[in-house]
């Protein structure tokens, strides 16, 4: 059994940070960088479903980036195993989500990013936790946090505010960090987040000591 699996989203990332060009590996690139940097002993299983490409540009003086991609220009079906934890990248924007449905072990969490809106809020109901930022948020995180099984996190800047679906709420608060690298911080904050609950499965302790992990690298990055 793996200790995760990654579905979704793979791209071949252009990154221009001022007059700096760079290539990267992005969506579940970033997932599986931090993930293997903070746990080297992980067992991770990668399923893309989807390959594309984006030009990406970054602003660290105003800890600001923009994007454009072509997510889908190449489909492939996954290989469904077995997993203590399945993560999806990026949930509003597969070709099929058909596979979900045939993920029987494990918990489930999914990613959503800028750009389509999720039209089919059926699918949640096969989703442990729901990771998205403010700035992509499309429903009433309370109305969204009723679809999935256990929980949606909220990220922003300042920190994040974990929606149960029983109604409770978990607010973690943190340091803004000024003149950073903004790139893939929701990819770094669930691939925390993961690593972390699957060592207490507990949540509010995974999403204080992911955010501080978080804080912690964009800081020493600067």
Same mark, same amino acid.
């Given at each position: 059994?793996?200790?995760?699996?990654?579905?979704?989203?793979?791209?071949?990332?252009?990154?221009?940070?001022?007059?700096?060009?760079?290539?990267?590996?992005?969506?579940?690139g970033?997932?599986?960088?931090?993930?293997?940097?903070?746990?080297?002993?992980?067992?991770?299983?990668?399923?893309?479903?989807?390959?594309?490409e984006?030009?990406?540009?970054?602003?660290?003086e105003?800890?600001?980036r923009?994007?454009?991609?072509?997510?889908?220009?190449?489909?492939?079906?996954?290989?469904?195993?077995?997993?203590?934890?399945?993560?999806?990248?990026?949930?509003n924007e597969?070709?099929?989500?058909?596979?979900?449905?045939?993920?029987?072990?494990?918990?489930?969490?999914?990613?959503?990013?800028?750009?389509?809106?999720? #039209?089919? =809020?059926?699918?949640?109901?096969?989703?442990?936790?729901? %990771? +998205?930022?403010?700035?992509?948020?499309?429903? @009433? /995180?309370?109305?969204?946090?009723k679809?999935?099984?256990?929980?949606v996190?909220?990220h922003?800047?300042s920190?994040?505010?974990?929606?149960?679906?029983?109604?409770?709420?978990?607010?973690?608060d943190?340091?803004?960090?000024?003149?950073? #690298?903004? =790139?893939?911080?929701?990819?770094?904050?669930?691939?925390? %987040? +993961?690593?972390?609950?699957?060592?207490?499965? @507990? /949540?509010?302790?995974?999403?204080?000591?992911?955010?501080?992990?978080?804080?912690?690298?964009?800081?020493?990055?600067?």
């Amino acid at each position: 059994m793996y200790d995760v699996s990654l579905y979704g989203h793979l791209t071949f990332d252009r990154i221009f940070d001022g007059l700096k060009k760079d290539n990267s590996v992005g969506s579940m690139g970033n997932v599986w960088y931090h993930l293997t940097k903070i746990n080297p002993n992980i067992k991770i299983n990668l399923e893309p479903t989807d390959i594309g490409e984006s030009l990406i540009m970054v602003n660290k003086e105003k800890s600001e980036r923009a994007s454009i991609a072509n997510l889908n220009l190449q489909y492939r079906k996954p290989v469904i195993s077995k997993s203590k934890w399945n993560h999806i990248l990026y949930l509003n924007e597969l070709s099929d989500t058909s596979f979900i449905e045939d993920i029987k072990t494990g918990l489930v969490s999914a990613d959503i990013c800028r750009g389509n809106v999720l #039209n089919e =809020l059926s699918i949640l109901k096969h989703i442990d936790f729901l %990771f +998205i930022s403010d700035e992509d948020l499309f429903l @009433d /995180v309370m109305e969204l946090s009723k679809h999935v099984k256990h929980s949606v996190i909220l990220h922003y800047p300042s920190g994040s505010v974990c929606y149960n679906k029983d109604g409770s709420t978990i607010k973690t608060d943190v340091e803004v960090i000024d003149g950073i #690298n903004v =790139l893939g911080c929701g990819d770094m904050l669930a691939s925390y %987040f +993961i690593n972390e609950y699957l060592k207490c499965y @507990d /949540v509010k302790n995974s999403i204080e000591k992911s955010h501080k992990l978080v804080s912690n690298y964009l800081g020493a990055g600067k």
